[in-house]
Each structure stands twice: as C-alpha cells, then as structure tokens.
C-alpha cells in the first residue's frame, strides 16, 4: 500500500511579530475609556511581571466596581524574558485594534500566549475546551510529496498522540516548570517529530495531565496531512512539527520501536487443542488459589461490617455520607472522632461551656498535645441546622485570612454534628462592648484598629477570596478577639457564595439578625454585598456608642441607634454619640469620620452605600472626601424593623 505523506523542508510557518497567529473576541460592550486604561495598565503588569519572576507565566488584574480585567499569558519554557516581555506587549498593543470592543480576548503569538477576560481565569475543569485557540500548518508552498510505504495513514497519526502524550506526562509529573519538549525518530524515510507541552504552574500535576489529555484528545483526526499544529487553551497549550521550533535537547525522546502502531494486527492465536497435563495442573491450582482469596475477602468484608454494626459507626443518610467523605478528602481539615471531642471538653461539661449559638452550644477543650480549641455542636433536635452545619464546612475549608476565625476540623458521628475552631481567649466583641465595666477595657486606638480589621476580613470575602461570599449575619457576637484584640469574623452557616459575575440574591427565608439587616432583605429577602456593608455599619455605631442597636431606647422621637445618630450629626453634636468611657482619648478626626463611613453604610437604599473597597478605601485615609449622608434605614419609623 501506497500512502503520501507531507515533509517540510525547512520553512518558518509564523508570522512576524504583531501578527497572531490565532485570535478569539467575544463579548462586546460600548466604548469605555475606564476599560482601555484598565487594559493598558493590565499590560504593563502582565510584561513587567514576565520580565521579573523569570518564570514565562505572568499573571494578574486590574479591577474597579465597574471593570475587572483578568490576565494570564504563557511563553514558551525557552523564551528569554526580554521576549516574552516584548511579546506580551505586542498582544496588548494589537488587542484594542483586532478586537475593539470586546471584554474577553485570546490571542496565540510566536513567543507568547495571552488570555484577558472579564472572568477571574481561575482553572476550572469543565471549561478546558473552551476559547481553544488552534493553529494548524498546511498552507507553506514549500512542501515535498514522499512516498512512504509498510506504514498506514492511522500508524503515523496514532504515534503523533503517542508522542504528545509522552510529553504531557513529562510536563506534568517531571518538571518543576510544567514545560517539556519531545522528540519521535520513526524510522528511516520519514520525518522527525517534535513536540512540546506546558501547564500554567499553579495547577496541580494532575489537571495539568487532565488539561493536556482533554486538549489532545480535541484535535483527535486532526493531524492528517499537516505539518504542525498548536492549540492553546487558557491554562494549557501544546504542539508538534516535523521541524525543530525550540531550543536546546528534548527532555523526551522517543523511537519508533517504543511505540506501537495502532493498526498493526495482534499475532494469530495457536491452534485449539486438548489442553496438557501440565496445562490442567496449573488451571487447577489457579482455581484453588483464586477460590481461597475470594472466601478470605469475603470474611474479611464481613468482619468489617460486624465491627461497624457493633460501634454503630455509620452514616444516617446520604448527605451525610457525602458529607464524611468530602472532608476526608480534604487536606486542609481533619476529621474528629466524637471520642476525642468528648474528651477534650470532659464529656461537654458546662464548666467548659462558653455560650449559646443559633444552632448549639459552644465549648472550650484541650487536645492531649495542650491545643486549646473552641468546640461548636450543632443541637441534635436542630433538624433545620445541619444544611447550615454542612455550608459551613464546605465553606470556611476554602477561606483563609487573618481576619477570619480558622476551622480545624469537623466532626460527622451519628446524629453529632460538631465544628472545631481555633480557641480565641478573648471571647466575642458583645462581650466587652456592651459591658459597663468591660468597654473600658477598648480604648479608641483597639476601636478603630478592630473596626479596620472587620473591614479587611469583609473586603476578602467580597472580593479577593476564591469565592464571592455574603455573610448575611455580622454582628458584634460573630465577631471573636484573639489574645491580641485582632478581631475575626465566624459564623458562616447562614453565608451565601456567589460566581464572580453575581451581585445579589434573593431568598423566601430570611435569616439573621434583626437590627443588623439591610431593609431589602429584611422586607423581600433581597441580599447583596451592600447587605453586608449595611450591618458593618451598624456594628461601627455600636462600636463607637456601646450599646446595642436593637435595645436602644434613648431619646423618644428615635426608637433606635441610627436614628439617634443620624439625629446628632444632623445638628453637628456628634460628639455626644460617643461612648463616655473612650471620649477623652479619642481622635476628634478619625472618631467623625467613621460615624460619617458607618452612616453612609446604614443608608436607606442599597445603591446609596459604598461598595467594601471605598470602605476600607475610606478608612484607611485621613484626606480622602466623603459624601454627605443622606437618612438611615428604619429613620421615622414608630417602632422596631421587622
């Protein structure tokens, strides 16, 4: 059999500089200017960061409320810095131009790769195969006909997926880099194979094989009758040729006797016979061996299930199974047994009881290394509680930040369902704040710093965690102090996780607290991250006041703490909303603006309140111009918000 296949005869397929070799634009919107700076800036990130950390793989964004930019780009593991720089800077500079006005562009270049969307461009599996950018070589006029025999069309294309699948592996599993080269000898007649493949290096060996498997297997049927070929995806890319287009030695190298040709037919079986007397032996001490492992396994399996059955160790339900599982997959908790927790807390004796939550009581304990944790057990007729317990841990395991309270670990036993923190000595901000004696223990300094703080932890929840998450309970109670007064948000069972393009939610069954929620949720179950800025704003008044907002009673014609102070701001008395015990100390500046910041959160309608970054923009500046409030929420009302 006759076949033809195509041989290049040193030719350079890739344009020039400034030229992509593929490009995608998708998404329009109006012209913007906001967004053109944000993707100049973006650029000067993405080269100044190729030029810095001599990695290839620059990353990152440029985001205001309006217009977040998301970068990555990728240059291949043998580009000199200096170009991929250049390289990135060349896509930028084409970016407005081939694409005008789109928000979400990919473009494929000599020397680099670039993505920028709108989209946090985060790895995510499922979307692997899309905004492929692929470059197929067929089109140079240099090409020479050879006539190849003893080998089939599917032989050649078979052993191409060979070699792109050898140099995935290395990419994955060899190299520090997750870049490798490749290189195939067939066989005399036949052209060399080069390859290449390369992950972004924040993904993990094995979506770096599952990104590379999945874009391999998209440009299945495609190899026949071309000279090369690259496909790039946003966290993955790789290549092949019949000519060398990297530098140096390939980290793989594979001959035509290490692979097998698909199409090549298996040896013909030897003739049926009557079977040998050795024959007979051996089949016959396969059976009695493999007869004895299955009566072993079989015992052993019912062993198991016995010694369950008598420790009544064992799921209730299918949730909670999936439940057990998720965390013990999980490496950044650990999976209690109730016997320690019991232990540790003396059997949950109240001596060791340090409150009363929504869904349980919380206990002090002490592991046997001298670990002193904070143990939360979910109440076993709080049937309604455990969809909460479950968020919960599924939530906080993927939040880490120095103003958020630290999950250790979970306990799923039976009918027990139990939460374990980090232990704060200082107990929870309620606890010093609405306490004659205890308040004064705060003085405006630890105010102000614990109210900066708060801001912070909110303002990674929002925005710069892996997920957009609403609180929807702050309050003075979830809010714990560690040794230092370093506060630290809790409590995320009635917490809700948004994609990064959600901005609000709606729900038929309010849950919170009522006196910290925002009046569209209170009223149609509306929430939002101005939701949350409004009960941060109530939790700042109460801070600087010292009393509660839902048990104010001072002043008749103001039935609660907003009221009372949006009244004395209005006739320029401020000062008297401030708690006796920290006046004199106080900061005059500081101490007004943050009554000024907390009334601009606690404002009537949603879009009227800062978003969490002007926040904490606001309160980390002495100079920066803040607007004049308008009333409060629940202003003139005759009684108490439901």
Known sequence: MFIVLLLILGFEPFAAAGDPLEQICNTSIPYNSTYQANLELLSTVLSRNASSTGTNQPKGFV???????????????????????SCITTAFHDAWRLCGSQMDMHFLYGDCIVHVSTEDLVYNSSFVLHR???????????IQFIEITNFTDASIDGNIKVLLQETAKQAAYNST??????????????????????CNLDLRPNDCWDCLDNIRSAARGSFHEQHGEWIAGVWCNFRYSTYQFYNDQPTKKTGWSDVVDPTTNMPAPGPVGVPRQKDKRHIIKVWIITTAMLLLASFLCFFVWFKLFKRNIKVSSQEDEELVWGIGRSSELKLFNFSQLSDATSNFSDENKLGQGGFGPVYKG?????LEIAIKRLASQSGQGFTEFKNEVQLIAKLQHTNLVRLLGCCSQGEEK???????ANKSLDFFIFD???KALLEWNKRKAIIEGIAQGLLYLHKHSRLRVIHRDLKASNILLDIEMNPKISDFGLAKIFSSNDTEGNTKRIAGTYGYMAPEYASEGLFSIKSDVFSFGVLILEIINGKRNSCFHQNGDFFNLLGYAWKLWKEERWLEFVDESIVSESDMLETMRCINIALLCVQENAVDRPSTTSVVAMLSSETMALP???HPAYFGYGGRAT
């Open 132 to 142: 492929l950018l692929i470059f197929r070589d067929t089109t140079d006029p240099s």
């Open 63 to 85: 985001r205001t409320d309006q217009d977040p930019i998301y970068g990555v780009a990728q240059c291949p593991g043998d580009t000199i810095a200096s170009a991929c720089s």
């Open 366 to 370: 002490q592991l046997p290394e001298g």
């Open 436 to 438: 004659e004696t205890k």
């Open 177 to 198: 880099m997750m870049y490798a080269t490749g290189r195939l000898d067939l066989s005399e007649g036949l052209p060399l194979l080069y390859s290449m493949a390369q």
């Open 628 to 630: 004049e409030p308008k």
């Open 418 to 424: 139990i939460l374990i923190y980090e232990y704060l």
